[in-house]
């Protein structure tokens, strides 16, 4: 992105609270995908089984993912997610799929840009933005994951950097406006994005304005690697943010006392977005939009946040009934000048 083009969406920010989209996952599940629907004709013979690799469809169902943008957008959404959560070589590797994570990432970006270029050209006053999803992948840095060896590590930082950074390429050559590091549970792994998108960044000479997305994992108020909100923001701090806040494992009612904090000590935007409520006995998510609506608004009351969205169990109805009620509200004033 040019300077230009990263200050016009701080200049939103400052005026308006902005709207992000709500759950890929949820939304998918409405297809009710088979096995078939996953391969498509190009894996038509893979040797595994493919069922559930939800950032495959980017190549095999593109014109579900591309719907599923439109009903967001169509639903009030400033900001669409591209469908790369878990687009890595190493969470790939799942699926012996590591050497399709820049194509993945290159594809779910060109058809989210495509959506949102349709929405700005037909309301040039309103534009809509794509963000780079980064999750967290199915690795950490700092814990074991086996007890009789704490010392072991399933994943080194340098590893990280070297996915991340395949997957930050393929993103920028998709043309997103912004990169989204969310749903982070370890830090470390963050911290291996945020140096990536670093090194890509100055090895193109350009600059994508970046937003942070912790995990708030219990009623501890900490991170799955242990990190108490403060900690988290002093963490990521060295990297200029344009936002950073907190998304999934929490719903909006759990998720607001950390948030209190969070703006408190940000000097950046903040953001929020929360799943619908807290998953059922069949793991499922049955707040209704009303419902979210209503405990979003005490966000917005108390000028918590600046960029409101949906994660797990959310449609685009609860994004409809956020962003109609963010309208109402000014967003977060920041202290200090990013």
Do not use: W
Not at 94 to 110: G, I, P, T, V
Request: proline share 4%.
């Amino acid at each position: 992105m040019t300077p230009a083009e990263t200050q016009q969406i701080i200049d939103v920010l400052e005026k308006r609270i902005l709207v992000l989209d709500g759950a890929m996952g949820t939304m998918l599940q409405r297809y009710n995908f088979d096995e078939a629907d996953f391969r498509g004709e190009r894996f038509k013979n893979y040797h595994l089984s493919l069922k559930g690799n939800n950032d495959l469809l980017s190549l095999t169902q593109p014109e579900a993912i591309a719907e599923v943008h439109r009903q967001y957008f169509e639903a009030g959404a400033d900001i669409v997610e591209t469908n790369t959560f878990s687009a890595t070589s190493i969470a790939m590797a799942d699926y012996d799929m590591q050497d399709l994570a820049y194509e993945l990432n290159l594809e779910s970006a060109k058809i989210a840009r495509k959506i949102a270029d349709e929405f700005t050209q037909a309301d040039p006053q309103k534009r809509r933005f794509v963000a780079g999803s980064i999750g967290p992948t199915n690795k950490t840095a700092s814990l074991s994951p086996d007890v009789n060896r704490p010392e072991y590590r399933a994943i080194t930082f340098d590893e990280l950097r070297i996915a991340y950074k395949e997957q930050v390429e393929g993103l920028f050559d998709g043309e997103v406006d912004l990169l989204l590091v969310e749903t982070i549970f370890d830090t470390l792994n963050a911290k291996a994005a945020l140096f990536a998108i670093d090194e890509v960044q100055e090895e193109r000479n350009i600059d994508i304005p970046i937003m942070v997305s912790g995990t708030i994992t219990d009623a501890s108020g900490r991170t799955l690697s242990g990190q108490t909100v403060e900690a988290f923001v002093t963490s990521v701090s060295h990297m200029p943010l344009l936002s950073i806040g907190f998304n999934c494992a929490l719903g909006a009612e759990q998720l607001e006392p950390y948030l209190k904090r969070l703006a408190r000590q940000a000097t950046c935007f903040t953001s929020a977005h929360p799943n619908a409520g807290l998953p059922n006995a069949f793991g499922e998510y049955d707040q209704s939009a009303e419902e979210m609506q209503a405990l979003i608004e005490d966000y917005l009351k108390n000028e918590l946040v600046n960029i409101i969205g949906g994660c797990c169990g959310t449609t685009p109805d609860h994004i409809k009934a956020i962003a109609d009620v963010a309208q109402k509200y000014q967003p977060r004033k920041l202290e200090v000048s990013i």
